[in-house]
């Protein structure tokens, strides 16, 4: 027999309604994050001196 205790069931796999959807957005929230840095990086002009060094690299 059982009683109406739950406490058979293994610690921490019960989720919470909406947990899944706070996940992905945060995910998302990070992926725009990343995104965000890497393109100001792309855009970031190179300093002189480092066009100077690479150019006697030639």
């Known amino acids: 027999m059982r ?3 739950d406490s058979s069931k ?3 796999t019960a989720r919470t309604v909406g ?4 996940a992905q957005g ?3 929230d990070m992926g725009a994050a ?3 840095v890497y393109q100001r990086t ?3 002009a190179i300093p002189p001196e480092m066009l100077d060094l690479l150019g ?3």
């Open 3 to 5: 009683s109406g205790d």
């Open 10 to 12: 293994k610690p921490g």
């Open 19 to 22: 947990t899944g959807a706070k």
């Open 26 to 28: 945060k995910d998302r």
């Open 34 to 36: 990343l995104r965000t």
């Open 42 to 44: 792309v855009e970031e």
């Open 56 to 58: 006697k690299l030639d």
